[in-house]
């Protein structure tokens, strides 16, 4: 059975930096790559950043442009997102997940398989 892993979160002061991994226990049959969403306090869950197991191309959402970078490591079936200069407002619960599509707008319907998820908070 597949399991994706977050860890990582924590609370760190407004302009710091933390990474979040997810480990998948396996790839699944239909896996175009891995992507990050997050659901903060009394919002919608929002796409962040998705990256292909294969090739370059990765996607950030506008608010995290320039700030987060995803990256992969195929062996360890591992995603990676360094988050820098962290805003009070990336406070939410980070979840990874398993892209079973890709389309040119990332959506949550294109995810199948998805991890429990790891807090980040933010403090100002």
């Known amino acids: 059975q597949v399991q994706l892993v977050e860890s990582g979160g924590g609370l760190v002061q407004a302009g710091g930096s933390l990474r979040l991994s997810c480990a998948a226990s396996?790839?699944?049959?239909?896996?175009?790559?891995i992507g990050w969403f997050r659901q903060g306090p009394g919002k919608e869950r929002e796409f962040v950043a998705r990256?292909?197991?294969?090739?370059?191309?990765?996607r950030y959402a506008d608010s995290v442009k320039g700030r987060f970078t995803i990256s992969r490591d195929n062996a360890k079936n591992t995603v990676y997102l360094q988050m820098n200069s962290l805003k009070p407002e990336d406070t939410a619960v980070y979840y990874c997940?398993?892209?079973?599509?890709?389309?040119?707008?990332?959506?949550?319907?294109?995810?199948?398989?998805w991890g429990q998820g790891t807090q980040v908070t933010v403090s100002s």
């Open positions: 990256i292909r197991w294969n090739g370059v191309r990765t």
């Open positions: 997940a398993n892209a079973k599509d890709w389309g040119s707008l990332p959506s949550a319907i294109e995810y199948d398989y």
């Open positions: 396996a790839r699944p049959f239909i896996s175009y790559g």
